[in-house]
């Protein structure tokens, strides 16, 4: 999965991973941290999920691969940004909350670590080869008794042909295990899914994880 096919989603507007409403997993499970803490989103495209972070007093940093998706969600939520170059990454900045537009890939150059880290369209985005490499970079960026809230996505049959991508339980274990404590905190099914409605799918699953960072 190369990045000219996310800038041309983008250009496209074919942007279905983009919620109107924040992650109900968000809402009701999240980390219940110091709200003074900041908050790595990796992947983040313009998800509403960053202003309620925001709202609960933590300072965000999400990464973005695409330019249009950081503007649009500054426009959208008419917010004044302001813009710099920081390492490998432009930064659009509104008070603490900020946008890293770049390859997530490259974050170990701005030198920073986490207690709190979300992910809900990060994980699921990446094809199979690219998750190690992923697991092993978020591991490197979270720091000890850091917590991970992550929500995956598991459909039947499975089909790995573009994103976003099934991830199952034991994948996900394999690929946090080595340095997180892994606690499946729910899934809930989706029978109304446009995908299984059509027949496409036979079942829709969106499924939450606590990973805490062992030492």
């Not at 490998?88 to 900045?93: A, F």
Request: aromatic letters at 10%; proline letters at 6%; hydrophobic letters at 40%.
């Amino acid at each position: 999965m190369d990045s000219e096919f996310w800038h041309q989603r983008w250009q496209e507007n074919r942007i279905g991973f983009h919620q109107q409403e924040v992650n109900r997993w968000l809402r009701s499970c999240w980390l219940g941290a110091q709200p003074h803490e900041p908050v790595l989103v990796p992947l983040c495209g313009k998800s509403h999920d960053m202003l309620w972070l925001h709202e609960q007093g933590h300072p965000v940093d999400g990464v973005e691969l695409s330019a249009l998706a950081a503007e649009q969600f500054f426009s959208d939520n008419q917010l004044a940004v302001q813009v710099s170059e920081i390492g490998p990454y432009r930064c659009y900045q509104h008070h603490h909350l900020a946008l890293y537009q770049g390859d997530f890939f490259a974050a170990k150059a701005l030198g920073r670590r986490y207690r709190l880290v979300y992910d809900r369209a990060a994980l699921i985005a990446l094809p199979a080869k690219m998750r190690r490499q992923y697991a092993q970079l978020i591991a490197q960026l979270v720091e000890v008794d850091g917590t991970i809230l992550l929500v995956t996505l598991e459909y039947q049959p499975v089909q790995q042909s573009q994103p976003p991508f099934s991830v199952s339980e034991p994948e996900v274990r394999a690929l946090f295990a080595q340095n997180f404590e892994i606690e499946l905190l729910g899934r809930v099914a989706e029978p109304d899914h446009p995908r299984v409605q059509t027949g496409e799918l036979s079942a829709f699953d969106e499924v939450a994880y606590r990973l805490t960072r062992r030492g």
